[in-house]
């Protein structure tokens, strides 16, 4: 059964600092992954995905993220964070659609001002 | 992206009482939707798939009879929950996969229903 792991449980980072947020899956041939959001008292918001094509994936508020299949990681990464992007981060891996999501127990960033 | 919406938001009910909580795909119909249950700081677990017009798959350890689902078109999921206790109090969050075009595999959540059971 597919597996994702987020090694970092909580990631404080000052403002207008880089972060990283780390997801490994356990190994597939093919697999479709998520990036999710969740701000306080509320359902999750994607943020963005990979499911074919350039490994590089973007969101439009610059949080960007990296497909490797041979390290079977999709880590999360942005330049310069904004407080605003404190919130709870969930990874999550589906074989291309065709199973449930399986979530990560999600990272908390909290931007320090 | 497509919207999923659930109802209520906030539900407080006694003890042994049934709660029903709804969700709904506005703009695009979903053949399954999934079910998830949320406890403070912890990540989401799966508890049911729900398939329009055919019972819903529940995870190991879920019990179906206390959790009913029912999935009666392609639109509109319930999760009733039965005789609730207050260990059912939890953040309940629904999905539905959108499987046509180029959104195909991509789950999108309603906000989620916040049980307290007194």
């Known amino acids: ?113 | 992206g497509a919207v999923v919406s659930q109802h209520p938001s906030w539900v407080i009910c006694k003890s042994g009482t049934s709660v029903k909580i709804e969700c709904r795909s506005l703009d695009f119909q979903a053949t399954t939707m999934f079910w998830y249950r949320q406890f403070p700081k912890q990540s989401l677990m799966l508890m049911a798939t729900s398939n329009e017009g055919s019972k819903a798959t529940y995870e190991q350890g879920v019990e179906k009879d206390k959790f009913l689902i029912n999935h009666a078109s392609l639109t509109l999921s319930t999760l009733t929950v039965t005789s609730a206790h207050p260990e059912d109090s939890s953040f309940y969050i629904c999905s539905a996969r959108d499987t046509a075009g180029s959104l195909a595999g991509e789950l999108f959540f309603g906000e989620g229903s916040r049980l307290t059971v007194l």
Request: net charge negative; hydrophobic share 35%; charged share 15%.
């Open chain 1, 1 to 113: 059964a597919q597996s994702v792991t987020q090694l970092d449980s909580q990631v404080p980072v000052f403002e207008e600092a880089p972060v990283e947020l780390r997801c490994n899956y356990s190994s597939s041939v093919s697999v479709y992954l998520f990036w999710y959001v969740q701000y306080p008292n509320q359902g999750l918001q994607l943020l963005l995905k990979y499911l074919s094509g350039s490994t590089l994936v973007e969101s439009i508020n610059g949080f960007e993220a990296e497909f490797n299949k041979s390290q079977t990681s999709f880590h999360l990464r942005k330049p310069s964070v904004h407080i605003s992007d404190t919130a709870e981060y969930f990874c999550a891996v589906s074989d291309q659609g065709h199973t449930p999501l399986v979530f990560g127990k999600g990272t908390r960033l909290s931007v320090i001002a």
